[in-house]
Every structure is written in C-alpha cells, then in structure tokens.
C-alpha cells in the first residue's frame, strides 16, 4: 500500500490561530479524505477531497494530485477544534486499501 | 441517514480466548474495510471486502480472520487473544469506484 506522511506531528494553537496541516503521499491516490478522531475515538469525515478544493465553514482543504500532497486549513481555530487530525487514501491502482497517515495532534489553548 | 453500525461497542476477554466484532454498513455500500488503532496510534488497514469477496489485506495476523456476508455485514473473527491485540477496532464502509468512506463507532477491545 501507499506511505502517507502527515505533517507537524504535534501543533498547538491560541484560539483564533489560523493553521495549516500537510499530508504527502508515495504515490498517486484515490479516495483521499481528512478526518477529526474526537477525544472519544470517533472519526468524523471533514473532507472527501481527490483533487481541487473545498471549504466548510472555518475549514477549507486543498489537494493538488499530481503533487501527490494534500493540505487542511483551519481558521480562526477553537478550543473543540482540538484532537488528532488524519489523512487517508487509497493508490491509486489499488482500491479498497485505504492508508492512514501517523495523525496530527492538534491542541487549541484558550 | 443511517450509518455504519459496529457491535459491540465494548469487550473484555481474557488472554487466549476468541472475540468476533461485527460491522453493519451503510446500505447500498459494497465495500467494508476493517481497521485496528492502537493507543495513540494511527488506525492500521487489516483487511477489505468488496462484494462480499476479500478485496485487500495489510497488517491482519494469522489469528485473526474476516468474511462479508450474503447482507453485506462483517465479522472480524480474533482467535488465542493476547494483550497486544486490546486496541480500538473500526470499520467502514464505501460504494467502490470513488466514493466517501465512513467510519462506526468502533469496538473498544480489552484483553486482560
């Protein structure tokens, strides 16, 4: 399967901080998608994002496929806005093998 | 809208004995991955299905195994339990060819 690198590993915050989080992949990817893993261990789907951009409220992510990278801003961050952040794909010449990255822990101090 | 149902939500089993983990997919997805997430780890691929037939496998041990079913659920099925294998277990589900995957809940297992 594909290596994902997610980069910092740790980050922390003052609310209102802005930020912006960095995922690299070995290879082309499919399915790429962005996730929020909440302090109870739930993963919340924040982005299904392949190529292009999109943005949903204070957050907005950008994959550049042929760059083999991927980025997730957050704006304006608050205290809930903290937990581990994660970026997931599949090669793309091997479906149904979708790869983590190591996660970024955010921390939002108020 | 429904969404991935996972059962059960907690488990305690002692050393060397058998779990099985079930997952419940969104309806009309055909595809199921299952994932192992250990504490303050990213969560590991062990396997997917697609149309009920093994579709990929990464890091599963030989212990353990994995089928979907004629309705499309799964079953993870954990043999000879050892303190190694207490983690967090998700699964998700997606139509193939492009498509957003969503997670369950997870089953937390604790093997004592």
């Known amino acids: 399967g594909i290596q994902v690198e997610q980069s910092p590993p740790d980050l922390i915050l003052q609310e209102g901080a802005n930020s912006t989080l960095r995922c690299n992949f070995s290879d082309s990817v499919n399915n790429l998608q962005w996730f929020h893993q909440n302090p109870w261990g739930q993963l919340i789907n924040l982005f299904y994002i392949p190529s292009g951009t999109k943005q949903n409220g204070r957050l907005s992510a950008t994959t550049v496929a042929t760059e083999r990278y991927s980025l997730l801003y957050i704006s304006s961050s608050q205290t809930t806005d903290s937990g581990v952040y994660f970026c997931?794909?599949?090669?793309?010449?091997?479906?149904?093998?979708?790869?983590f990255g190591a996660g970024t822990r955010l921390t939002v101090k108020p | 809208a429904a969404g991935v149902i996972q059962s059960p939500r907690h488990l305690i089993k002692e050393k060397r004995e058998t779990a099985t983990l079930k997952c419940y997919p969104i309806p009309r997805h055909d595809t199921v991955y299952w994932y192992q997430q250990g504490p303050g780890q990213d969560p590991q691929f062990l396997i997917s299905?697609?149309?009920?037939?093994?579709?990929d496998k990464g890091s599963i041990p030989d212990r353990f195994s994995a089928q979907q079913f004629s309705d499309y659920h799964s079953e993870l099925n954990m043999s000879s339990l050892e303190l190694g294998d207490s983690a967090l277990y998700f699964c998700a589900s997606t139509r193939t060819g492009g498509f957003e995957a969503f997670f369950g809940q997870g089953t937390r297992l604790t093997v004592v």
């Open positions: 299905f697609y149309e009920k037939m093994q579709s």
């Open positions: 997931a794909g599949e090669g793309l010449y091997n479906n149904n093998d979708m790869r």
